[in-house]
């Protein structure tokens, strides 16, 4: 049914976020222990 299409898109498009925020989380983790590394 369309309902159930439209929370899967929904689904989706937070699934997608969620990753993307991971990501970014976790670069900027790398880059702030990076910057420990050469003070």
Known sequence: SDD????KKQFLE???II?????ISE?????QFQ???LS
């Open 4 to 7: 159930e299409n439209e929370v």
């Open 14 to 16: 937070a699934d997608k």
């Open 19 to 23: 990753k993307t925020s991971k990501i």
């Open 27 to 31: 670069e900027e983790y790398i880059t």
């Open 35 to 37: 910057i420990l590394e």
